[in-house]
């Protein structure tokens, strides 16, 4: 039998007596004769956590007699003697001061090199604003001196088992930065009771895995947490197989408007036909794709497209693998984006371009359409659901269709129509590229960290709203049914044994530890009902609401 | 109203704090906020009656003032508090268990009379174990020679406290049906041992007592049965039958002990009025007169074999009072405990056609202690008593409605066995001889040796479970390029914040996610219960249990 310090006491009084120490709870009106032992450890129980008040008990008079001393505290307290609860931290005051869990550097190796980018620059822009520290493993020290440059406090966590890095967070830090993307490395730092945001950038290499581990941390978000994504598109594809809407925002990345602006389009294209080596990019008109569809999606959207137009260069950006094309056409090239060099080389690109086509899903880095489009480039965008509203005006959109209600079909005929109708209507491009320009202004990484900053606060407000689960409790045990003659199992609550439906008692009690998301998920896998689920949910949620 | 002054008062012990005066009864763990008047009364009251307190304080106070005062103190003197006689400590051996034995209800006045098996056995367990262990009891009933009262109503807060504190190294409880005592698991920290007196019950409702306390006795409690009938009954659908220990009840072997036969038999015929008891054999009857209790199959035999007589000894024969009783039927009346051994020594057989599921049978016990072979039917907890040193006769089990008896033996069968026994007196003599060697082997003393020495290894269990580790877990749809099932994700974080697996979590299924989630608040038992209900198939709970038991025990 456990129990948690430290612990908020009520009135008590000690005395000694005939050789014995008592101890009176005034506030329940109780005294108890008590061993040294337990009287020590009550007085420590007020100021000290848990493991220090054994390794002090210890200390002075052993393990066994510590445990018990704590084992009959805890007694006391199951009857509601001397202790009134947990004493709660307090959240500090005054400038907030954000920790991004060390997790993030060990997760950038699964990253592209443009989510690289966009991460650093939106860390940077934090600090600029914000007191920012950063959890590093030791591993990572030889980046100590770069983080610290940019303002960005690091905290050396030494990896011990006995001690998630979650639980060392002091309270000094008013939220937590989530940014690996990765929910189950990440997940005892939504647990601990401070405000979350949770990263998700739209990552060609994650593919998939982003929108389980999306799901995964959506279903155990609570109310003071939430999944914040780069684009409608990336929000769409997750709250399809999760719709958890209330969980999910959307703040665009910002755009490098120093890096990415109009030049000069023929010395752009100039210069990407010979690092291409490709004559025909310096000739017909370059149309870019963003890669970041299923492999043979995109393999057989480029070569269909390739085909019928075949007075036009496309260039793939960033795709993975880079090759994937047999018998790979003259008119299209591939261009990875693997480092520095390549990612300076993107203004360019971008400027050498007419169009830029991209399907808003999953995989396609948003980061790269705006920063096209603040380099003056029409986009096309193609997608399943409702045209992206971070395009405003700008940009063309083409609705899509889905296979088996999942699989975006590219209708590659009415791409194909549109831009060659657009490159044939010089007005209309240059319409399109002042609105790609105004649309990408809005684009900008200080703009970013301040909406982040901005949800932090919101988060704030909404904690000490969470629902308090009283009423008595509930035992589940076997019941003999004479008139069938079978035992079952049923769900009883104390202290009158009143039968409780099983279905009703099982969701009362998990969402004592669970999301009611969970909890839903659970009855619908017990009982194949969703609706029902819901309503149980639902129930027990408005009967907590109204008895907090 | 007249007031009783001087009182004796109890341990008490006033303090101030904070300009507040409190008196604590020391005895009742009761702390009161009092007033100067009160607390002056306090310094006087057990010396002075009423008038002469009156007289003393009567220059500070007025005469109602002190009236009203002394009046509310007569109220607490209702409530228990403050006056009384202390209770007087037996006192206590060093270096042995402190055990403690509440009760709540009381069934029968005095225990000479009772004709309840379960309070027998009980009492002479308590009794038993004052030899090797201090005993404490809450009520002045059960006070046995050897053993402490401590007044206690654990419905009460106080009495709680007083429990704790005390720091008792068990509980031994007396039946499932004292629900009031359920509470217990939620604030005792020494373990609880629960026996199974009764193992079916009318309509299963001591099933269902044993099903609420599997559900929440801790893993440092235990049932306690008396033969192996209750372990293999409820093995059929609980799943950790090792909650159940074994030890067998025992006989007082020197009350219960052969006797001259014919001397015994004289002195019953006396008592009777039938001296024909002295010149036929006697098939001897000794339990609750009814038909659970097989009293209609004893009448069909006594018909069917005029030979003999047959001799009960009940409270009453209550149904059977208006019937029509053979003559060979002989009834002896509700006879004291003191007197049984005369009885069964006046039996040359003893018959226990019980339906009812007996967890042990007694009876059977001190019938074979004074030398009487026992004849038992097979399907109940009699059979392990009798083991070789009787006849056990075949009977038929009750398959479907388990709730309440437990079979039956055709009585063709059983006067098949009697007529064979009672023909044979070389057979007769050597399970008399038997008898009594077997009953030896079972002692009041060696079951209460038993019984503290399970109390040491469950608080050695204890301490070995006392911080399970068990990890958050969280549940999710699984995404396979579309949705498709749900899973959980055991994570790598206990509920102390620690991370000792190797990765960050593991996927389970969700009936494992579900038990390792309420396992937070609930026993191992009560997951049990959960998930035969969500897996709809025993053995599939089972292999989830054992799984989750898997996991739990591989971190320490």
């Given amino acids: ?548 | 109203m007249k007031m009783t002054y001087p009182k004796k008062l109890h341990d008490i012990y006033k303090f101030e704090i904070d300009d507040r005066l409190f008196v604590a009864d020391l005895d009742r763990c009761e702390v009161l906020e009092i007033d100067k008047l009160v607390w002056d009364i306090l310094d006087i009251c057990d010396s002075l009656d009423a008038e002469q307190i009156i007289e003393t304080l009567g220059d500070r106070y007025t005469e109602d003032e002190i009236m009203e005062a002394l009046q509310s103190l007569e109220k607490m003197e209702e409530y228990g508090l403050i006056f009384g006689e202390s209770p007087s400590h037996a006192e206590e051996r060093g270096g042995r268990m402190k055990i403690l034995a509440p009760r709540s209800r009381v069934f029968e006045k005095e225990m000479r009379w009772t004709a309840l098996g379960g309070i027998i056995a009980h009492t002479n367990l308590l009794k038993s174990m004052t030899k090797y262990a201090d005993v404490y009891v809450t009520r002045e009933i059960d006070l046995i020679e050897g053993a402490h009262l401590i007044p206690l109503d654990l419905r009460q807060r106080a009495s709680k406290a007083k429990a704790i504190s005390m720091g008792f190294d068990g509980v031994f409880l007396w039946f499932p049906t004292e629900l009031e005592f359920l509470d217990m698991v939620s604030y005792m920290d020494s373990p609880l041992i629960m026996p199974i007196h009764e193992e079916r019950g009318e309509n299963g409702i001591m099933i269902n007592l044993v099903m609420i306390w599997y559900s929440l006795l801790r893993d440092f409690d235990s049932f306690v049965i008396f033969s192996e009938s209750t372990r293999e009954f409820y093995s059929k659908f609980l799943m950790d039958p090792s909650f159940f220990k074994l030890i067998p009840l025992g006989v007082d072997a020197e009350q219960f002990r052969p006797m001259d036969k014919q001397a015994a038999k004289r002195k019953v015929a006396e008592m009777t009025g039938r001296a024909e008891i002295l010149e036929r054999k006697v098939v001897g009857f000794l339990a609750r007169f009814q038909p659970e209790k097989g009293a209609g199959i004893y009448i069909k035999l006594a018909e069917m074999n005029p030979e003999y007589l047959f001799l009960v000894v009940a409270p009453s024969l209550g149904f059977y009072s208006n019937c029509h009783l053979p003559s060979n039927l002989i009834y002896a009346g509700r006879q004291p405990r003191e007197k049984l051994p005369l009885f069964y020594n006046a039996f040359d057989l003893f018959c226990f056609p019980s339906l009812l599921a007996e967890t042990f049978g007694m009876v059977v016990l001190e019938a074979m202690a004074c030398g009487v072979p026992p004849i038992v039917p097979d399907f109940h907890g009699a059979r392990y008593v009798v083991g070789d040193a009787g006849i056990i006769v075949e009977g038929k089990s009750f398959q479907h409605d388990i709730g309440s008896l437990s079979g039956y033996i055709p009585v063709e069968l059983l006067s098949e066995a009697i007529n064979r026994l009672m023909k044979d007196d070389h057979e007769m003599e050597r399970l008399s001889r038997k008898a009594r060697e077997r009953a030896l082997k079972f002692s009041w003393d060696a079951s209460a040796k038993e019984l503290i020495r399970l109390f040491k290894e469950l608080n050695l269990r204890k301490r070995f479970i006392k911080r399970r580790r068990l990890f958050h877990v969280t549940f999710s749809p699984v995404y396979e390029g579309k949705s498709s099932g749900v899973k959980s994700t055991i994570l790598n974080l206990t509920q102390y914040w620690e991370t000792p697996l190797q990765r960050s979590g593991y996927t389970q299924s969700v009936e494992e996610g579900i038990a390792l989630t309420l396992l937070k608040r609930h026993s191992m038992r009560e997951v049990e219960s959960v998930l035969s209900y969500i897996c709809r198939d025993r053995r599939k709970a089972s292999e989830v249990l054992s799984r989750v038991n898997a996991i739990l025990e591989s971190v320490i």
Avoid at chain 1, 425 to 436: A, F, T, V
Avoid at chain 1, 446 to 468: D, H, N, Y
Wanted: net charge negative.
């Fill in chain 1, 1 to 548: 039998m456990m129990i948690r310090f430290p612990q908020q006491l009520n009135k008590i009084f000690k005395f000694e007596r005939g050789g014995k120490i008592y101890a009176a709870d005034l506030t329940v009106g109780c005294v108890v004769e008590m061993d040294e032992v337990t009287s020590y450890a009550l007085e420590l129980s007020e100021r000290f956590d848990t493991s220090e008040v054994i390794k002090r008990l210890e200390e002075r008079y052993g393990k066994e007699k510590a445990l018990d001393s704590i084992g009959k505290l805890a007694s006391f307290a199951r009857i509601g003697m001397f202790f009134r609860g947990e004493r709660r931290r307090v959240e500090g005051a005054g400038q907030q001061k954000l920790f991004i869990s060390p997790v993030f550097l060990r997760s950038l190796n699964r990253f592209s090199f443009v989510t690289r980018v966009d991460l650093y620059r939106l860390i940077t822009s934090l600090a600029e604003l914000i007191n920012l520290s950063m959890g590093v493993y030791r591993e990572h020290t030889d980046r100590l001196d770069e983080l610290n440059s940019k303002g960005i406090e690091t905290v050396l966590i030494e990896e011990d088992k006995r001690i998630s890095p979650a639980a060392l967070i002091s309270e000094e830090y008013s939220g937590i930065l989530s940014l690996s993307m990765s929910f189950v490395e990440e997940a005892p730092f939504n647990l601990i009771g401070k405000p979350v945001i949770n990263l998700a950038y739209s990552d060609r290499s994650l593919g998939d895995k982003l929108i389980q581990s999306a799901i995964d941390l959506l279903f155990m978000l609570r109310p003071w947490a939430v999944l914040c994504c780069d684009a409608s598109w990336t929000a769409n594809a997750i709250l399809k197989f999760a719709p958890k809407p209330e969980g999910v925002r959307v703040i665009p990345p910002g755009v490098d408007h120093d890096l990415f602006k109009p030049m000069d389009k023929h010395s752009a294209k100039m210069n990407i036909s010979l690092a291409l080596n490709n004559h025909l990019f310096a000739e017909l008109p370059i149309v870019i794709i963003l890669s970041g569809l299923p492999l043979n999606e995109e393999a057989s959207f480029v070569r269909k497209i390739c085909r019928v137009n075949n007075d036009i260069a496309f260039l793939v950006l960033d795709p993975s693998p880079s090759d994937y094309l047999q018998a790979k056409p003259n008119n299209v090239e591939f261009f990875p984006i693997r480092d520095a060099h390549d990612y300076d080389m993107l203004p360019l690109i971008f400027n050498s371009a007419e169009l830029l086509i991209f399907p808003a899903t999953i995989g396609i880095s948003s980061s790269l359409v705006f920063s096209g489009m603040a380099c003056g480039l029409p986009v096309i965008a193609i997608g399943d659901q409702e045209r992206p509203p971070e395009l405003d005006e700008a940009g063309i959109f083409i609705k899509a269709a889905c296979s088996n209600g999942d699989t975006m079909i590219v209708p590659v005929r009415e791409v194909s129509d549109k831009l060659r109708s657009l490159l044939r209507k010089p007005e209309e491009m240059d319409h399109l590229r002042s609105s790609s320009l105004r649309t990408a202004r809005r684009f900008s990484w200080e703009l970013t960290a301040r909406e982040i900053i901005k949800l932090f606060e919101e988060l704030r407000k909404s904690m000490g709203s969470e629902l308090q689960f009283k009423g008595y409790p509930i035992v589940f045990a076997y019941k003999y049914n004479r008139w069938r003659g079978e035992i079952e199992s049923k769900a009883f609550q104390l202290p009158r044994f009143k039968e409780k439906p099983m279905e009703y008692a099982l969701a009362s009690e998990l969402l004592k530890d669970h999301t009611p998301s969970e909890v839903e998920l659970i009855l619908t896998y017990i009982s194949g009902d969703e609706i029902k689920a819901k309503e149980i949910v639902d129930e027990i949620l408005s009967i907590a609401s109204d008895e907090t």
